[in-house]
């Protein structure tokens, strides 16, 4: 007997908010679980995805990045770093500034990290063609820029 449940089913038909929110749980619980399968904590992901994007950055950078405070994205950074994804280097130009790098470990994780979501992105998308899934980016697109303004506008008055 499974002990897992059933997924529940997705919202009705033109109910876009509720189906937006479903497919982000799903894929979020998905992308959680990969991350994990490579010894790392939700979130502690952003960080070696800065870093590959960047090269390196100190740890009040990578905190303005992942908008928290520098105490926080150091817990983050200490516990990569014992774990062998990071490392912490002083500058050259500058020796009281410390500099975080991804080691090697790091970057082989960040691949295995991309190739699974592209399978991911290839299984969402099953039987759309092209065409189709350009128009459902640029609806959502719409829907995106609807959030933006209405974050904006609710800030402004």
């Known amino acids: 007997m499974c002990n897992k449940r059933p997924l529940p089913p997705p919202?009705?038909?033109g109910s876009i908010g509720a189906r937006i929110g479903f497919i982000s749980r799903k894929s979020k619980n998905y992308f959680n679980q990969v991350v994990s399968e490579e010894g790392l904590?939700?979130?502690q992901h952003h960080i070696i995805m800065m870093l590959e994007r960047v090269g390196?950055?100190?740890v009040s950078q990578i905190a303005e990045e992942m908008r928290t405070?520098?105490?926080t994205a150091s817990v983050s950074i200490k516990r990569l770093e014992k774990a062998g994804f990071v490392e912490k280097r002083s500058s050259e130009s500058d020796a009281r500034i410390t500099k975080i790098y991804l080691t090697d470990k790091a970057l082989a994780v960040?691949?295995?990290i991309k190739a699974k979501m592209d399978e991911a992105e290839e299984s969402l998308t099953q039987g759309l063609t092209q065409e189709e899934k350009y128009l459902l980016s640029d609806l959502l697109d719409k829907v995106v820029n609807n959030i933006i303004s209405q974050?904006?506008?609710d800030e402004k008055c």
């Open 110 to 112: 960040t691949q295995r």
């Open 11 to 13: 919202p009705p038909r």
């Open 56 to 58: 390196c950055a100190t």
């Open 151 to 153: 974050k904006e506008c």
């Open 69 to 71: 405070t520098s105490a």
């Open 41 to 43: 904590f939700a979130g």
